[in-house]
């Protein structure tokens, strides 16, 4: 089982839906949850940084974290096609190196 | 303005040949990393850094070597010993910070530079 598994996708869209996007993990000891976005050919911008368990909101985005689930998710309110992106979730313990999620990629369509 | 710089963009390397990737910050950060990426796969960790002077392996070294000689500075040289280089390189840096209460060290999370692409022909 990989640490951290999350679906490909390709995830369509209409323009203006909600967007969930989860990863699930199963290193207990994992404290630090992440999500970048990562356009085509780009490097990863950090976009959410969560500690602990429960939600998290940024404008239009939202981490939840549920540590006793061992299932983090990330929500885009009013999405728009500049939210068309590959979307990396990612997570570390306290003093360990980060692991990534393989990426969901998500179109969102005018 | 502060940030991470990868260059080139695009590379191109012949069977055989050893080429090295560069990555500049100007963010005064201690550590820095290579990651590898892959169609369908997370990002893999090459090497990181996290003082001038030392490195240390991540989970795919092999065929890979670094060096850090200045704070700003981590060039990645893919040899030719790297039996499959084609991919998406990116380098990242970060800060460590000291817990006050337990005195140990951590890193933040790490900022990306826009990636090198590199096409063995």
């Known amino acids: 089982q990989k640490e951290v598994e999350q679906d490909p996708g390709p995830l369509s869209v209409p323009e203006g839906a909600i967007v969930s996007l989860n990863c699930t993990y199963s290193?207990?000891?994992?404290?630090?949850f992440m999500w970048y976005r990562q356009y085509s050919r780009k490097g990863p911008e950090l976009l959410m940084y969560?500690?602990?368990?429960g939600n998290k909101e940024d404008g239009r985005f939202t981490a939840q974290v549920d540590k006793s689930s061992k299932y983090i998710s990330l929500f885009i309110r009013d999405s728009q096609p500049s939210d068309s992106a590959t979307y990396l979730c990612?997570?570390?313990?306290?003093?360990?190196?980060?692991?990534f999620g393989p990426g969901t990629s998500l179109s969102v369509i005018p | 303005d502060g940030g991470i710089t990868q260059s080139p963009k695009y590379l191109f390397r012949k069977e055989g040949q050893n080429v090295t990737l560069s990555c500049e910050q100007n963010?005064?950060?201690?550590?820095m990393y290579w990651y590898r990426q892959d169609p369908g796969q997370g990002l893999r960790l090459i090497y990181y850094s996290q003082i001038v002077n030392d490195f240390q392996k991540g989970d795919i070294a092999e065929g890979y070597s670094v060096s850090r000689e200045k704070k700003e500075s981590f060039p990645l040289t893919v040899t030719s010993a790297q039996k499959n280089p084609t991919a998406f390189y990116l380098c990242?840096?970060?800060?460590?910070?000291?817990?006050?209460?337990?005195?140990?060290?951590?890193?933040?999370?790490?900022?990306f530079g826009q990636g090198t692409r590199l096409t063995v022909v």
């Open positions: 990242a840096s970060s800060i460590f910070v000291r817990s006050g209460r337990t005195g140990r060290i951590g890193n933040t999370e790490a900022f």
């Open positions: 963010l005064n950060h201690d550590a």
């Open positions: 290193n207990s000891a994992f404290q630090y």
């Open positions: 990612a997570m570390k313990t306290s003093y360990d190196k980060v692991i």
């Open positions: 969560t500690y602990s368990s």
